[in-house]
């Protein structure tokens, strides 16, 4: 089955300074990738909708120049969380749509980000 | 608004008893309707969906749901747990695959 791959799987930073991560499709070519956010105990929360080529779509209350989004292939879409502070610690989720699948979406592994 | 509920914070089965974990939604159109697995340290894997017809669904690793339109509801059940079930459990609902609001998660505990 298709994969997608996040990394890193976890990391900590200090506050203040920013941090990459990394959404792959491994062996499919995907046209639209979404980032989510999780919570402990909570359901996963739909950040944004990322599109090869263009920009992002921010749901509702999420910040676009906090959380910034690129997508420049068809294979990988990164989020990067600038002057991070520790509210932002959470678990980021990444997900990409297959379209030669029946547009099914599959999910990397997450990334746990600890702001210290 | 789309909601999905999923009344049961976490659910302790027996090893070889049956399961069934609820869901209950809330949307606007037809649903599309998802149940997912998420195992520590792995992403979320698609047991099964619903998006039209027969409304018993059947899915991978011996699940299988049902969708009751006058309950808005889409119960996960299997007749067998094995010990490999336990993880966390959830319930989507959706157009299609965009848009996906998940629910809180069941988190799945198997005893001996």
């Known amino acids: 089955g298709a994969v997608v791959s996040q990394h890193p799987s976890r990391v900590i930073c200090k506050s203040g300074t920013s941090v990459k991560i990394e959404c792959r499709s491994l062996?499919?070519?995907?046209?639209?990738m979404f980032w989510y956010r999780q919570f402990p105990k909570q359901s996963l929360m739909l950040m944004a909708t990322s599109n090869e080529g263009s920009k992002a779509t921010y749901e509702q209350g999420v910040e676009k120049d906090k959380f910034l989004i690129n997508h420049a292939s068809l294979t990988l879409s990164t989020l990067t969380v600038t002057s991070a502070h520790p509210e932002d610690s959470s678990f980021y989720i990444c997900s990409a749509r297959d379209p030669q699948g029946a547009d099914e979406q599959y999910f990397g592994p997450g990334t746990r980000l600890t702001v210290t | 608004a789309q909601s999905v509920t999923q009344p049961d914070i976490h659910i302790t089965v027996s090893e070889g008893a049956s399961l069934e974990l609820r869901c209950n939604y809330s949307y606007g159109a037809t649903p599309y309707l998802f149940w997912y697995v998420q195992s520590p340290g792995q992403g979320l894997q698609l047991l099964l969906k619903?998006?039209?017809?027969?409304?018993l669904v059947q899915g991978i690793k011996g699940f299988e749901a049902e969708f009751k339109r006058s309950q808005s509801s889409f119960n996960l059940r299997k007749p067998s747990v094995h010990w490999s079930d336990a993880a966390e459990y959830f319930c989507a609902v959706g157009s299609g695959y965009s848009t996906l609001t998940f629910g809180k998660g069941t988190m799945l505990l198997v005893s001996p």
């Open positions: 619903y998006f039209s017809g027969d409304t």
């Open positions: 062996d499919f070519q995907a046209t639209t």
